[in-house]
Antibody, heavy 121, light 108 residues
Framework: QVQLVQSGSELKKPGASVKVSCKASGYTFTSYAMNWVRQAPGQGLEWMGWINTNTGNPTYAQGFTGRFVFSLDTSVSTAYLQISSLKAEDTAVYYC??????????????WGQGTLVTVSS | EIVLTQSPATLSLSPGERATLSCRASQSVSSYLAWYQQKPGQAPRLLIYDASNRATGIPARFSGSGSGTDFTLTISSLEPEDFAVYYCQQRSNWPPVTFGQGTRLEIK
């Protein structure tokens, strides 16, 4: 079945970097784009952007430029989110979500299980 | 940016009752709206796409309606496992993709 499995929780100090992975299985990885979504503690969902898994071209939402980088390793069907110069306010659960296309419309399905990134000194 | 406003923020109902959740868009999104369910400690799950289509494996008690700016998610008879947070999402005019702030459905 179609599945996205993310890497485990991370505890980082302010100023450090973190790389979250999202491994896809059950479908052709390069046929569907990948989205990234952030959920701060007790808060709602915030779309961070997406990456074209065919071309590797990323698109970042406002507020997620500069310190956030989306990348791919298509040989292992994996998408990555790297965050540099971490701040306390980056503490959140980060989700990857496949761009599922139906009749030329795009939806998020399925989602990875989420990766908790905690930034604390 | 299209803003989605969900109401109510919290809905308290009993199992067996009917739940009606609302999502209003700041401008027309046609039918380009989805609903997601999120249970505590879990990832969101796609319930409804294109305003009224149930995703694979979603029970028939879940239904979506609406177009333009006003949308409704209805759960016809609540089961214990339906108590969760529900988010609407638009993808009509993007980027950015936007989500509503969520409706918490709690047991009364």
């Amino acid at each position: 079945q179609v599945q996205l499995v993310q890497s485990g929780s991370e505890l980082k100090k302010p100023g450090a970097s973190v790389k979250v992975s999202c491994k896809a299985s059950g479908y052709t990885f390069t046929s569907y784009a990948m989205n990234w979504v952030r959920q701060a503690p007790g808060q709602g969902l915030e779309w961070m952007g997406w990456i074209n898994t065919n071309t590797g071209n990323p698109t970042y939402a406002q507020g997620f430029t500069g310190r956030f980088v989306f990348s791919l390793d298509t040989s292992v069907s994996t998408a990555y989110l790297q965050i540099s110069s971490l701040k306390a306010e980056d503490t959140a659960v980060y989700y990857c979500a496949r761009n599922w296309v139906v009749a030329a419309k795009n939806w998020f399905d399925p989602w990875g299980q989420g990766t908790l990134v905690t930034v604390s000194s | 940016e299209i803003v989605l406003t969900q109401s109510p923020a919290t809905l308290s109902l009993s199992p067996g009752e009917r739940a009606t959740l609302s999502c209003r868009a700041s401008q027309s999104v046609s039918s380009y709206l989805a609903w997601y369910q999120q249970k505590p400690g879990q990832a969101p799950r796609l319930l409804i796409y294109d305003a009224s289509n149930r995703a694979t494996g979603i029970p028939a008690r879940f239904s979506g309606s609406g177009s333009g700016t006003d949308f409704t998610l209805t759960i016809s008879s609540l089961e214990p496992e339906d108590f969760a947070v529900y988010y609407c999402q638009q993808r009509s005019n993007w980027p950015p993709v936007t989500f509503g702030q969520g409706t918490r459905l709690e047991i009364k």
